[in-house]
């Protein structure tokens, strides 16, 4: 089994940043694909951004782009998201989770962690 844990949530003001971070244990290794989904009150899970293995290859949803970014460090098996320029809409329940390729769809992935909440106040 593979365990994800994020942290580095909390509640910011809109134009704010925030890092969230995902550690990886268990079975991870750093052949996964990594994704950031989030999940608003009565949304759907989301996807916000996936990184490959190596990192060169990192795809963002359009309504992040520019001002998100996803990196990996293989060594310390952490993924984190850097959010920056924060909007009341990125208010959710934000995941890391790990794919054996690359997925833009929830259902592709395998792990999940448990959540961390983003609450982007206006």
């Known amino acids: 089994q593979v365990q994800l844990v994020e942290s580095g949530g909390g509640v910011v003001q809109a134009g704010g940043s925030l890092r969230l971070s995902c550690a990886a244990s268990?079975?991870?290794?750093?052949?996964?694909?990594m994704g950031w989904f989030r999940q608003a009150p009565g949304g759907e899970r989301e996807f916000v951004g996936f990184?490959?293995?190596?990192?060169?290859?990192?795809n963002y949803a359009a309504t992040v782009k520019g001002r998100f970014t996803i990196s990996r460090d293989n060594v310390e098996n952490t993924v984190s998201l850097q959010m920056n320029s924060l909007k009341p809409e990125d208010t959710a329940v934000y995941y890391c989770?790990?794919?054996?390729?690359?997925?833009?769809?929830?259902?592709?992935?395998?792990?999940w962690g448990q959540g961390t909440q983003v609450t982007v106040s206006s």
């Open positions: 989770a790990a794919a054996i390729g690359i997925a833009t769809v929830a259902s592709q992935y395998l792990y």
């Open positions: 268990g079975r991870y290794s750093s052949n996964y694909v």
């Open positions: 990184i490959t293995q190596s990192g060169s290859s990192i």
